[in-house]
């Protein structure tokens, strides 16, 4: 049986050397995808400091608060801000116009008097208060009874922009303005209270916010692009050999050689035991691959190093799991396949889709209620989730059990749907 068993991986070997281009797909695309991608998003990951958004600036107020509001965009480091187009100044008219026409990813409006009309607010607001105490003279009846309108800030976006930056923009400037009236009305109720020059009220934020990561040995952890995107893309790779897996299958159940096998006979359970040692190789050669490229290759165009400094044994044994699920998937598909025009478009479109659904591309928290739930039966999902435990979370091999057990139960139970088919399809 052993010898059976050696000779199944011996062809299984022998048919991928024929297949040169299978070889190409299998370890050159992975690697071009895991360069690209990481590269594309390498920025997200990364301060926005180096990288200033231009966005335009109309200010019809040129008083305190567009001066705080132009001040702290400039120092955020994160935008280039523009009051002139063309030697200039840029008018609503002509900042919606670039804005809409994509030119521009952002123009602020900041209306007429804002600054004035805050101010006269807060003075109606505080000597409301400060008079019914009988603290001091209040204001004229006809300043009192004056009527503001309410003031808005208009922020037009190019319609390509993200969600996520525009409520990043608006929270930013929400932020400033609240800001600005609390800093007004500490002030009108000081010289109302006639204290003089020195500050009654302390008007540095009480609250902060402080975020606490993961150390090790003193030394924080944070995540970037090539901690996400290696063990993500990583099982994408691995779960793409359903396709040339499938074929193969498919290939020897048309040509008859399934059949020949069988009859000298060599249970099928042989056969797909020397197929899943041979890719199960190939699935840990992609693995070791993509983490070479992570560790060596990255730093020389600019991303960050992959570091497995003592993650790297329970990284291959979450790869080892990752890949009997996709040999498993494969030999299932294979099994259930008829022709290879049916193995191949739907085994990569469920890798595919799988990916998708398994947070490859999307954070699951990101996706709607029902698609949260739904990742949680994809199998890249839960490979995902283990290399995010050693990974990120620095978990052990009790951490990673759950994950790595539900891959391994994937494979055994595609495997035993696949013998069970396959047995009574040949005894019909």
């Excluded at 955020?76 to 990813?105: D, H, P, R, W």
């Excluded at 609390?182 to 020195?198: K, M, N, R, V």
């Excluded at 698609?371 to 199998?379: K, L, N, R, T, V």
């Amino acid at each position: 049986m052993l010898y059976k068993f050696f000779m199944s991986v011996y062809k299984e070997t022998l048919l991928l050397k024929r297949d040169f281009g299978g070889l190409v797909i299998l370890f050159v695309m992975p690697l071009i995808l895991i360069i690209t991608i990481t590269l594309i998003q390498d920025g997200t990951y990364k301060s926005m400091s180096d990288v200033k958004i231009p966005i335009l600036l109309v200010d019809n107020d040129n008083d305190t608060i567009s001066k705080t509001v132009r001040k702290n965009l400039n120092e955020s480091g994160s935008f280039e801000v523009l009051t002139q187009l063309n030697g200039k100044n840029i008018t609503e008219e002509v900042a919606q116009e670039a804005v809409f026409k994509g030119k521009y990813q952002l123009a602020i409006i900041i209306p007429e008097k804002l600054s004035s009309d805050l101010q006269l607010k807060v003075n109606q607001n505080v000597d409301r208060i400060v008079s019914s105490f009988g603290l001091t003279d209040s204001l004229s009846t006809e300043v009192q009874n004056q009527k503001l309108e309410p003031k808005e800030i208009k922020l037009y976006f190019d319609p390509a922009t993200q969600l996520s930056f525009k409520n990043g923009v608006k929270n930013a400037i929400d932020r400033m303005i609240s800001q600005i009236e609390t800093s007004s009305i500490y002030t009108t109720f000081q010289e109302q209270l006639g204290e003089g020059d020195e500050p009654v009220f302390e008007q540095e934020s009480f609250i902060s916010f402080k975020e606490i990561v993961p150390t090790i040995d003193n030394k924080e952890i944070l995540p970037n692009s090539v901690q996400h995107n290696v063990p993500a893309w990583t099982l994408f790779a691995i779960f793409f050999i359903v396709v040339p897996l499938s074929i193969n299958i498919v290939k020897e159940k048309s040509q008859g050689t399934l059949v020949r096998l069988i009859t000298n006979p060599v249970p099928y359970a042989v056969v797909i035991a020397g197929k899943t040692a041979t890719y199960l190789i190939i699935c840990m050669i992609q693995f070791y691959l993509m983490v070479a490229v992570g560790i060596y290759l990255f730093p020389h165009i600019g991303l960050p190093a992959l570091d497995v400094s003592g993650k790297l044994f329970l990284m291959s044994i979450v790869a080892i799991f990752a890949g009997l699920a996709a040999v498993g998937f494969g030999i299932l598909l294979g099994t259930l396949a008829k022709t290879q025009e049916q193995s191949a478009p739907f085994g990569a479109t469920s890798v595919v889709i799988l990916a998708a659904m398994g947070g490859v591309w999307i954070p699951v928290f990101a996706m709607p209620k029902v698609m949260q739930f739904i990742a949680h039966i994809s199998p890249m999902n839960w490979g995902l989730n283990a290399f995010y435990d050693v990974l990120l979370r620095n978990g052990g091999i009790l951490e990673i059990l759950p994950e790595i057990s539900l891959l391994l139960l994937f494979f055994i139970i595609t495997v035993t749907i696949a013998i069970v088919y396959d047995k009574k399809k040949r005894a019909v």
